[in-house]
């Protein structure tokens, strides 16, 4: 069954949830998220909000456009099936790469480039030039890529002199 006939036939067929404003979530055969609240529904991405230290608890779903189609409060609020959907996008959405070497930032029109070295391998990214590295609690940095990936420093101390120098220029 194609994806957009799937979608269709949950938006006619599936029971509305009433803890949560109605929303009911479900996974797609392509693995999707796709949300329903009331008569409007769509496919979503997921979105953790602050404080990241409450990583249930107001979670943005996002419609195509980056548009918030629905918040959840707490997972809890969500029927058991609404929320093992949540649950298993949010582990997908939720990888952050561990930085322990910073090689490269250069600025260009509107953007950031940045290479690095994660626990993971090496990677490039890019940011926007107004979103800023931000400090975390406990020390750390965390910073977010155009796409949404994320990227932490948990000691910053622990980065060599050329990585820290490179860091700290961008950070508050």
């Known amino acids: 069954m194609s994806t957009m006939l799937e979608a269709q036939r949950l938006a006619r ?12 979530l479900r996974r797609l055969g392509d693995g999707r998220l ?4 009331e008569s409007l529904a769509c496919v979503v991405s997921v979105r953790r909000c602050f404080p990241w230290s409450e990583p249930g608890r ?10 918030e189609f629905a918040l959840v409060r707490d997972l ?12 298993g996008a949010l582990a997908e959405a939720g990888l952050v790469l561990e930085v322990v070497r910073v090689l490269k930032i ?3 029109v509107e953007i950031r480039d940045w290479r690095v070295e994660t626990r993971q391998g090496p990677r490039s990214f890019q940011t926007r030039l107004d979103d800023w590295p931000r400090q975390i609690p406990g020390g750390g940095i965390l910073i977010r890529d155009v796409a949404g990936d994320l990227y932490q ?16 220029v961008f950070v508050d």
């Not at 622990?158 to 120098?165: E, F, G, I, M, P």
């Open 13 to 24: 067929d599936e029971p509305a949830d009433s803890r949560n404003s109605e929303l009911v």
């Open 106 to 108: 250069e600025e260009e």
């Open 58 to 67: 107001f979670i943005s779903l996002r419609d195509e456009d980056e548009n």
């Open 153 to 168: 420093v948990s000691d910053p101390a622990s980065l060599d002199k050329s990585s820290r120098d490179l860091l700290w």
């Open 76 to 87: 809890h609020e969500l029927d058991a099936d609404s929320r093992l959907a949540l649950e």
């Open 34 to 37: 796709y949300a329903r609240r």
